[in-house]
């Protein structure tokens, strides 16, 4: 179940763009993206996008795949169709099972350097895994 709505596309599924993106309110890509994201609201990563870049916004959800760097000042949250390969430092990070995520993750509050860890894998229902 999904607690927010996705904003409306700033970057359709067969678009591209190389370079830096700067949003001034909430936006959802659903295309290609390479270089660096900027939002100043919440940035919407959809299920069809492939971003490969450094992402900075107050709240990340990505549906998609996601490749580099995403820093969050409140929040990342990986929905189940989530593919993210990359460094995330946010004070929470949410992973909805079935998401995978491989990389860095450093969790903090507020400002203050918080612990890192190496992760990788997925996140799934145990019921579902194979010994």
């Known amino acids: 179940m999904q607690k927010t709505a996705p904003p409306p596309c700033i ?8 370079g830096l993106l700067q949003l001034t309110g909430p936006g959802r890509i ?6 660096e994201v900027i939002a100043s609201d919440l940035l919407w990563i959809g299920g069809s996008a492939h971003v490969r870049a ?13 490749e580099g760097e995403a820093l ?12 993210v ?5 946010t004070p929470r990070l949410v992973l909805a099972e079935g998401s995978f995520f491989q990389g860095r993750c450093r969790t903090r509050p507020g400002s203050e350097p918080g612990p890192e860890s190496e992760i990788a894998g997925s996140v799934s229902d145990s019921a579902h895994s194979s010994s």
Not at 11 to 18: G, H, N, S, V
């Open 72 to 83: 969050a000042s409140d929040r990342i949250e990986l929905l189940d169709s989530a593919h």
């Open 85 to 89: 390969t990359a460094a995330l430092d």
């Open 30 to 35: 659903d295309g290609r993206v390479e270089g």
């Open 11 to 18: 970057l359709k599924p067969d678009a591209e763009f190389c």
């Open 54 to 66: 450094r992402v900075t916004a107050p709240e990340i959800i990505v549906a998609g795949t996601l």
